[in-house]
């Protein structure tokens, strides 16, 4: 019986923190929008700020970790 409570203990705190996790990314990337220039035969990709000034840091999306995760997992 008390094995059944621990494991539901962690499995509520590990929901608990990849929820606020995957909050935190999103909120991040709010108002982000990255653009790809293609000029000189070369591509750059800058990622710009909601008045359109550039950003050095770049978001993690927490779509592509999870889905990452899922790549790992499968044989």
């Known amino acids: 019986m008390r ?3 621990v494991l539901r203990l962690i499995l509520a705190l590990a929901v608990a923190l990849t ?3 995957a909050a935190i990314g999103r909120a ?3 108002g ?3 653009v790809e ?3 000189d035969g070369a591509t750059t990709t800058i990622t710009l700020d909601s008045h359109g000034r550039p950003v050095r840091q770049a978001f993690a999306c927490p779509d ?3 889905g990452g995760l ?3 997992a499968s044989p």
């Open 32 to 34: 982000a929008v990255t």
């Open 37 to 39: 220039i293609c000029a």
């Open 3 to 5: 094995i059944v409570l």
């Open 19 to 21: 929820t606020s996790h």
């Open 70 to 72: 899922a790549l790992a």
């Open 28 to 30: 991040q990337a709010q």
């Open 64 to 66: 592509c970790v999870l």
